[in-house]
């Protein structure tokens, strides 16, 4: 705590002022001290601001007490802060109550007007395989102009669809979404733009868009498309392994496991079954079902 924020936060104490107490808090929060915001908050609460139940459930959130922080949030809402909509809504899918999460997502975004509402309402019934409900909620996010939920949105329609009429969507999504711009480097691909989409997903890559980089040394390892035949004017794709490579390796640095198998079917190739099958390990360790089927095969039958 820097001496200037212990003299604010002395002083805010000694003035009995909730508004003082409340800025104090918040800074005090930023700095991680979230036991002296705590007691901020709450003071400020019983000198009768009953809105600031929303900082207390943040900070008691913070604090690993999330059953605290829905009574928190409640009390806030009582008190007409509806911004507690979407917090709350978080506390509870956290909490595994995704009944109520999906009613304080809906609430954040009629109540609140806010879109992300809205969006992780949408997320969750694509979860729950709720498709048609959930592009119907990431479609009033997206009318606002949200752009995680243009993106979203355009990314499940073309998966779903195919259609190239979703290029400007997607296009518009690509600007914060890593998924929307994967979606548009194969929307590229597949309509003779190969060096447009390579240029798409290099540019997501730097801008850490994890998404790019398995697409990336897909397109790079001359596997984007699932049949040469299907290359424009019938040429074969260019391969650079080397960069397939390094892009899958990217990718996993990234946080992207799913770039484990392709590394590892790469390594095979090569001749390296030792470092596939390590490959295919961490991949499998992972979650990953291509993974998991590629390790079996290696290892051979009775490996389980």
């Known amino acids: 705590m820097t001496d200037e924020l212990g003299e604010r936060l002395r002083a805010a104490w000694v003035a009995d002022s909730a508004d003082a107490l409340v800025d104090v808090g918040c800074d005090l929060a930023e700095e991680g001290r979230q036991e002296e915001a705590e007691e901020c908050f709450r003071r400020a609460v019983a000198l009768g601001e009953d809105w600031v139940w929303f900082n207390v459930g943040n900070t008691v959130r913070e604090l690993g007490r999330p059953q605290e922080a829905v009574v928190a949030y409640e009390r806030a809402l009582t008190a007409g802060e509806t911004d507690a909509w979407l917090n709350l809504g978080a506390v509870l899918e956290e909490l595994g109550d995704l009944s109520g999460a999906m009613r304080a997502y809906s609430r954040a975004g009629e109540d609140a007007g806010d879109p992300e509402g809205f969006l992780r309402l949408a997320q969750l019934l694509h979860e729950q395989g709720e498709q048609g409900s959930a592009e119907a909620a990431a479609q009033r996010a997206a009318e606002t102009g949200h752009l995680p939920a243009v993106g979203l949105l355009a990314s499940w329609r073309w998966e779903r669809t195919r259609d190239v009429a979703l290029e ?11 998924s929307a711009r994967a979606d548009l480097a194969q929307l590229l691909i597949e309509t003779g733009r190969r ?81 596939a099958e ?27």
């Open 278 to 304: 390590e490959e295919f390990r961490a991949g499998a360790d992972a979650g990953d079902e291509l993974a998991q089927r590629a390790l079996r095969r290696l290892q051979g039958p009775g490996t389980g």
């Open 195 to 275: 060096d447009e989409a390579r240029a798409e997903l290099e540019r997501g890559a730097k801008l850490g868009q994890r998404e790019c980089w398995l697409p990336l040394g897909n397109l790079h390892a001359g596997d984007d498309l699932p049949d040469p035949a299907d290359a424009p004017d019938g040429e074969p794709a260019a391969v650079d392994l080397a960069a397939a490579e390094d892009a899958y390796r990217a990718g996993i640095a990234a946080g992207d496991t799913h770039c484990h198998h392709n590394l590892g079917v790469l390594l095979l190739q090569r001749g390296d079954a030792t470092a």
């Open 168 to 178: 400007p969507a997607l296009r518009e999504g690509s600007a914060v979404s890593g």
